[in-house]
């Protein structure tokens, strides 16, 4: 990791500590992982170059509707859900937890958001 995503990693961090929390990335629009803090037995990389496909879907959704960018997307699946949001202008924070750590109401309150 270089010193930028160590810079990066520490804000991580506070995420990570709620039970349930899998992972927490930052990732350029993209899909490069910039900075991570994740269980070791999750494709980050993978994961990541996903997720900029649905921010991309998410950013021409908004453009269609003639809406700005969305705040934040959540993705729910049945084990797991995933969070998507803007980190300042140019990451986007990646959360990934099973669905009793990331509900409708930590997803309001979202720290940082």
Do not use: W
């Not at 992972?23 to 996903?50: H, K, N, T």
């Not at 980190?87 to 109401?105: H, N």
Request: charged share 20%; hydrophobic share 50%; proline share 6%.
């Amino acid at each position: 990791m270089n010193d930028q995503a160590d810079v990066l990693s520490v804000h991580l961090k506070p995420y990570r500590e709620n039970p349930g929390i899998l992972a927490a990335l930052l990732i350029s629009r993209d899909g490069f992982v910039v900075a991570s803090d994740a269980e070791p037995d999750l494709d980050i990389s993978a994961v990541a170059a996903q997720a900029a496909g649905v921010i991309d879907i998410g950013i021409r959704l908004a453009a269609e509707l003639g809406q700005p960018e969305a705040k934040y997307i959540s993705v729910d699946f049945d084990d797991l859900n995933l969070v998507l949001a803007p980190f300042g202008r140019e990451l986007m924070l990646v959360l990934v937890g099973v669905p009793s750590a990331l509900t409708c109401e930590y997803r309001l309150i979202m720290p940082g958001a």
